[in-house]
């Protein structure tokens, strides 16, 4: 669903990139000759929100190569394929404050440092279904199709280009087989992983890869589950630490949001159950990282206040009120969203009111959802609370809309 016209998120965006338009550092990567030939001007951004709908600013059309932003959406399809454990055997999840194409391999247990540098990358893609390079590319491919909502198609330019310049990543692969964390051979591995790097993308398209990942998994466009909720979890987790390579710090503090950048000059960042942003901007800073994606998103961040760990004050009670009953029943009605601390809330003050005669009835009329968390503690309660004298729960529920389950 497109946003409608004089829409003011998009106003917002294009504010954003006029802030940054200027900024004409950095350069675009030539250690893939093929990137060299891109237009360097190109800027846009896309934020899509949970609900399908996409705000798009700038050169949201534009075609360029995924590359790295691809990493954590192909760790998403070997953690939903495989398990984390599996997966775990093979890349750790630590950050490694080193550069995307470091020689980074735990000396002990031949792993590298995490799945979002190079090598960790090409361990996952070697972990892919099937035998050969095409096999576990089509496996890529159908997975970053369906977190994009549509088909995807390989810059053949690029991936020759890549392909034949791209001996560092070989020698990853190699250093990775020899420790026995690979899951091919070498070659296979490199050439689906080159091809997966090749993958033709646009903002537009990152914005809604990132707001899988932000629902935990289900792209809003196409309504498809594309991973399961813990994988989009521990993914979105692995982008918090380590996205950004040598700057993810830095980063976090900063902008606040877990992203992904490539040398293609696209970043996707991610805020968990609100929305994804695709940026576009060949220019890259000395990380690797697009100039101009980088300070769209601290500005977007700051101006708007999208900080993932921003403190918005204090949250609305859950408590909408009150009653005391000629019956000696005190009715608590509660509203809008109960998660783990909403619980604690709820039956912390309304504790006290439990006294010897007449009960407490929580209605949940107006709640909107209970979080898993929260209903183990509601579970909990009337079992601990126990028995008025007359033999009723002290706590009951009214619960209409079933948001209780069973
Ligand atoms: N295909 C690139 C490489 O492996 C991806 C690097 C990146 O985008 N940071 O060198």
Redesign the pocket.
Known sequence: MAAALGDPVRHALESVLEAVRDRTDGAVAT??PELATVDPEQLGVALASTHGVVHEAGDVEAEFTI???SKPFVFALAVDALGLDVVRRHTDLEPSGEP??AISLDEASGRPRNPMI?AGAIVMSSLMKGDTADEKFAVVRDGLERFVGHDLVVDEEVFGS?AST?DR?RALAYLARSAGTLGSTAEVATTA??RQ?SLIVTARDLAIMAVTLATGGVNPVTDERVVSEDAARWTTAVMTSCGMYDESGDWMVRVGLPAK????GGIAAVQPGQFGIGTFSPRLDHR?NSVRGVASLELLSQRHGLHMLQHHGPPLSPIASLTREDSGDTIAVLRGEILFSEAEEVLTRLAPLVGDHGCLVLDFSGVTRVGDGAKRVFVAAPELVGQAPDGRARVAVRDPEGVLGD
């Open positions: 250690y893939i590359q790295s932003v995307f194409n190079n890549e791209g990543n992983y080159f790097c950048s490539g040398v293609g690797g």
